[in-house]
């Protein structure tokens, strides 16, 4: 698959089948993942892949901290969110609307698939370590771009999933993840099933106009 092809190509999978991705291709995965540029070379990620029935069990932990605690999906803006960006979200809301309706799952599965990673038989869990600012979790960003491309370059599905980076004290704790160490992103990874109506969804893009200003 060429590049360009992975990057029109792939979309986030929210329903994955019952089917463990082999160990070989999971290696050959994060290999991959791991040729990604860093500043300086300083590579200062690191991943944790979880696999089977290690992910159900940190599903079942998340979902329980959620019951608890009520963190759900948002845009984490820390000023009034611009109407532009507000638009977007409500035109993801309308798209994924009527699939949600075929598929039986309310609006709530966002949040509740997330935190069980959509039943995906792998979990990569990107962390930073804390030596460094936020700022430099960009880097981790270049590696789990990386990641998404190669697993469709790979014939797998993925889905990014932020929300659990709520939840990061249960997911360094169950993983014995240094307790210094920041949880940047968690992805999701396995195989698409063909038939859930939630896998039709393409998230639509801004105009070019929009987004690139050329000077």
Do not use: H
């Not at 696999?51 to 979902?63: F, M």
């Not at 993801?92 to 799952?105: D, Y």
Request: aromatic share 8%.
């Amino acid at each position: 698959m060429q590049i360009s092809e992975a990057i029109q190509s792939r979309r986030s999978c929210r329903v994955f089948m019952d089917q463990p991705v082999p160990q070989e291709t999971l290696e050959r995965l994060m290999s991959l993942t791991c040729r990604a540029p860093s500043a300086i070379n300083l590579q200062p990620w690191q991943f944790t892949v979880v696999r089977e029935t290690e992910v159900a069990r940190l599903g079942k932990k998340l979902t329980r901290a959620y019951s608890e605690r009520g963190i759900s999906c948002g845009p984490d803006n820390t000023q009034p969110l611009p109407e532009v960006y507000m638009e977007r979200q409500k035109e993801l809301g309308r798209l994924m609307a009527p699939l949600m309706e075929k598929a039986g799952v309310d609006r709530n599965f966002i949040n509740t698939g997330s935190l069980v990673f959509y039943g995906a038989p792998a979990v990569v869990v990107a962390t930073l370590d804390g030596a460094f600012p936020p700022e430099r979790a960009i880097d981790a960003g270049f590696a789990l771009g990386w990641l998404l491309l190669a697993a469709a370059d790979l014939g797998l599905a993925t889905c990014p999933i932020g929300l659990v980076c709520s939840y990061a004290d249960i997911i360094k704790d169950f993983l014995n993840i240094d307790s210094t160490r920041r949880v940047v992103l968690t992805v999701a990874v396995g195989f698409a099933d063909p038939d859930s109506p939630l896998n039709r969804m393409r998230s639509p893009r801004a105009s070019m106009e929009q987004v690139v200003r050329w000077y």
